[in-house]
């Protein structure tokens, strides 16, 4: 598991809302070099934004295959101006938006439904070109249990719900997740 300490987490939150500041300033990409060295690892992550408890955006780089900070910062963006879900986020919100990031583990293929566990997995079902994950987090903040966990995947997915009984591929991943309140 990714391991981040209180300064390392401090400062990719900060970043996060940088970048979302310096956006609105510039509309380019801040250039950034972390304090911490940690932050030049290869990780994966998500970043959530929220406004009033309620979800504002949500993307994320799956791969470890880029420093967590560029992924953190890249990802912050997408959430901002890019999830499909929700309007462009607007300058005079993001002093009432709260930001919440998930560095993820690696993925694993489950072989057998009890591996999953719901609050400490995030889940991954695939099938075909369809694909949809869901942050351990999610589970908990809607108190899903396991198998409603596997369908609302599948749902995200564009699959029917069933579909984790019927040949998609099932994975799961941990996370590290801190945030800000929300409020």
């Not at 040949?167 to 309140?181: C, N, R, Y």
């Amino acid at each position: 598991m990714f391991e981040l300490g209180p300064g390392e987490q401090s400062e990719l939150l900060a970043l996060a809302r940088r970048t979302l500041e310096y956006f609105f300033q510039s509309h380019t990409l801040l250039n950034y070099q972390p304090q911490h060295p940690s932050l030049h690892s290869l990780a994966g992550s998500f970043v959530s934004l929220h406004r009033h408890v309620e979800l504002r955006g949500c993307i994320g780089h799956l791969e470890a295959d880029r420093a967590v900070y560029i992924n953190v910062m890249e990802s912050a963006l997408a959430a901002g101006f890019q999830d499909p879900r929700f309007p462009p986020l607007e300058h005079g919100e993001l002093s009432q938006v709260s930001i919440e990031i998930s560095v993820l583990s690696a993925f694993t293929v489950v072989n057998d439904m009890e591996e999953i566990r719901t609050g400490t997995h995030g889940l991954m079902i695939s099938m075909g070109p369809c694909r949809g994950l869901l942050l351990p987090q999610v589970a908990i903040r809607f108190g899903w249990d396991r198998i409603r966990f596997l369908e609302e995947a599948c749902f995200k997915a564009g699959l029917p719900r069933d579909s984790w009984l019927r040949g998609a591929m099932i994975e799961t991943f941990s996370a590290l997740v801190f945030g800000e309140e929300i409020t």
